[in-house]
């Protein structure tokens, strides 16, 4: 019922290997060009395959002067710059610490006065208040004679 998978026959194809070119130092003739003065000197340079590289001449590396003949920074100076940074260190910390103190003082005392209110609401509730001690009042019992209530 159901049809035979097909084999798939690998295809043949021609395969082509490039194989690059190597560069060969050897020194070629350098051809010089004529400049203007003010833009770069290019020159261009004959490879012995007869090829031929156009580009701009680059100056050698200027060699930096010895650095042990560099002055050394005195170490007054580098103590000095120390106290400094240790300094504004401590200066921005004691900031910080008496910022974080005014905060905690404050909420401490938002939570004296929550404290008070809720205490005070408490007591004045008590003292206040009918504890029980009020008259209590059975309207279907009442009996009404001229607009008073009899008991």
């Given at each position: ?30 051809v010089p060009v004529q400049t203007n003065g003010h833009v770069a000197a290019v020159q261009s340079i ?106």
């Open positions: 019922m159901h049809p035979e998978p097909q084999q798939h026959l690998p295809v043949e194809r021609a395969v082509t290997v490039h194989h690059p070119t190597p560069i060969v130092a050897q020194t070629a003739p350098l004959v490879l012995p395959n007869g090829r031929v590289i156009t580009g701009y001449a680059i100056e050698p590396a200027k060699s930096e002067p010895d650095l042990a003949a560099k002055p050394a920074i005195s170490r007054t100076a580098v103590n000095i710059a120390l106290g400094g940074i240790g300094f504004g260190a401590v200066c921005g910390g004691l900031l910080l610490l008496t910022t974080f103190i005014a905060a905690l003082t404050a909420l401490i005392t938002q939570l004296i006065t929550l404290a008070a209110v809720i205490f005070g609401g408490w007591i004045a509730v008590q003292v206040l208040g009918h504890g029980g001690g009020g008259n209590t009042f059975n309207i279907r019992k009442a009996v009404f004679k001229r607009n008073h209530f009899h008991g």
